[in-house]
């Protein structure tokens, strides 16, 4: 069993930074593939980016290229997205999660955050 908790959401202007952290607790987390999914409201939560330690392997969904950046921190057990260049569209609820494999879905994710909220002001 693994324990995901995010912080760091909160009111920003667009062109803005943001910085998400995921705290994990509960096995070793270079076990696992951390990804990050965002839920505006009325929409689906979809995937945002993802960091696997075997290979040092990031991915990303194309709205974000070259503005977010997720990386880790084994030794603190956690998992940063870093957020720049912001836009109103980014608004949502973002939450963390944890997979054993290399997947894109909500669904294949069993461990998840409670979320943190990021609204971007236009």
Known sequence: QVQL???GGGLV?????LRL???ISGRTINRYVIGWFRQAPGRERHFVAADRWIGDRTYYEDSVKGRFTIS???TRSTVYLQMNSLK???TAVYYC????RL???????PYWGQGTQVTVSS
């Open 13 to 17: 202007q667009a062109g803005g930074s």
């Open 72 to 74: 880790r921190d084994n």
């Open 88 to 90: 109103p569209e980014d």
């Open 21 to 23: 952290s995921c705290s």
């Open 103 to 109: 997947r894109f879905g909500r669904t294949d994710y």
């Open 97 to 100: 999660a944890a997979s054993e």
């Open 5 to 7: 908790v995010e912080s």
